[in-house]
């Protein structure tokens, strides 16, 4: 800004210099925002008629520690690695030790067409076209969620197939109305439940509050079931089949398909290329190499599956083979899986 000269003569004009303001420091990058992703279940409104309907069956359910001092367990997923020499390879290795076999969805049919034994296919999705994706072969145990749609048990049954039961976690809460809510309705009145539907209020007036109570998924489990032990961990049937393995009682489990994403640069997709299924959904993410050095491609709920089996691989619970996420997460210290994802129950 210019300096500011009082009118006089030039002896007598002392001059007052008014300085612009300084320019103001520049503000700091906004630190970027963590995408909030909220999963929900599809077929939440049903989960409670798919267990009630398992619960009906009567079927033989898994219990812990059922394979205590086996040799160990290899799960086989449906990632790109899995159908690369590499993976088949792995697979064969392990057969011949005599390992149980476990085979999700499309992996059974494939691992058996090549000669190789597959002893238990699992699946937790409760959706209507996990039937589609579950070919029947014999001798194959098929380990379903108490929450998996009754078209999928009947598909298994009908075909022959021997069905094993467990609870994979999945959210379901029982709401019912019950007795004995005292209910404030204001003015001096209340109100106490009686039944369903069904209310008394101490000064006649008419309301029909809807008052639920709530019982825990385990709470349910426990009283449809001889148990309520429940398999978490992850959004992958993946992540279920390792918790699954390692409650029937398999001390060494190894995995291979379990990819969560695939390299961007290589030809590969979401799937192995035998599997003809297409994605739910079309919500990608990119890492632009941060975790390796070369970009991965995956989706919100396979990176927290992913953090979830790199917390199990630092632990030193199962190996995983191939190229997968999981594995270059489990490289970095927990304080930056923590970063990464954060899931809010």
């Known amino acids: 800004m210019p300096a500011w000269t009082p009118p006089g003569p030039p002896s007598a004009r002392p001059t007052l210099i008014v300085a612009a303001p300084p320019a103001p420091?520049?503000?700091p990058a906004p630190k970027p925002k963590p995408h909030a992703i909220a999963f929900s279940n599809p077929d939440f409104a049903h989960l409670g008629r798919h267990i009630a309907s398992a619960a009906?069956?009567?079927?033989?359910?898994?219990?812990?520690?059922?394979?205590?001092?086996?040799?160990?367990?290899?799960?086989?997923?449906?990632?790109?690695?899995?159908?690369?020499p590499g993976g088949l390879c792995a697979v064969r290795h392990y057969a011949r030790l005599g390992w149980t076999i476990f085979a999700l969805k499309e992996a059974v049919g494939w691992l058996r067409n090549r000669?190789?034994?597959?002893?238990?296919?699992a699946n937790m999705d409760p959706g209507v076209g996990e039937a589609a994706r579950t070919p029947i072969w014999p001798g194959v145990t098929y380990c379903l969620a108490s929450s998996c749609h009754p078209v999928l048990f009947d598909h298994v049954i009908?075909?022959?197939?021997?069905?094993?039961?467990?609870?994979?976690?999945?959210?379901?809460?029982?709401?019912?109305t019950r007795p004995g809510f005292a209910l404030d309705l204001g003015n001096g009145s209340e109100a106490v439940v009686l039944g369903n539907w069904e209310l008394s209020t101490t000064s006649g007036l008419a309301a029909s509050p809807i008052v639920t109570g709530k019982t825990s998924e385990i709470e349910v489990y426990q009283r449809w079931f001889d148990h309520?032990?429940?398999?978490?961990?992850?959004?992958?049937?993946?992540?279920?089949?390792?918790?699954?393995?390692?409650?029937?009682?398999?001390?060494?489990?190894?995995?291979?398909?379990?990819?969560f994403g695939w390299r961007v640069g290589n030809g590969d997709t979401y799937y192995a290329g035998f599997v003809k299924a297409k994605p739910i959904d079309d919500v990608w993410m990119m890492d632009h190499g941060k975790v390796d050095g070369t970009d991965w491609k995956t989706r919100p709920d396979l990176l927290a599956?992913?953090?979830?089996?790199?917390?199990?691989?630092?632990?030193?619970?199962?190996?995983?083979?191939?190229?997968?996420?999981?594995?270059?997460?489990?490289?970095?210290?927990?304080?930056?899986?923590?970063?990464?994802?954060?899931?809010?129950a």
Do not use: W
């Open 158 to 176: 009908e075909h022959g197939g021997k069905a094993l039961v467990y609870h994979s976690a999945c959210g379901y809460t029982e709401r019912q």
């Open 25 to 27: 420091a520049p503000a």
């Open 305 to 344: 599956s992913a953090i979830d089996v790199a917390r199990h691989i630092k632990r030193g619970h199962v190996k995983v083979l191939g190229d997968s996420l999981a594995v270059a997460l489990s490289k970095h210290p927990d304080e930056y899986l923590d970063r990464v994802v954060k899931v809010n």
């Open 56 to 84: 009906a069956r009567r079927l033989a359910m898994a219990r812990k520690g059922m394979h205590a001092g086996a040799p160990g367990a290899l799960i086989v997923a449906l990632g790109p690695s899995v159908a690369k």
């Open 228 to 259: 309520g032990d429940v398999v978490i961990g992850g959004f992958t049937v993946a992540n279920r089949a390792l918790g699954l393995a390692k409650y029937m009682g398999f001390e060494r489990v190894v995995m291979v398909g379990t990819d």
């Open 115 to 121: 000669g190789l034994p597959v002893h238990y296919a």
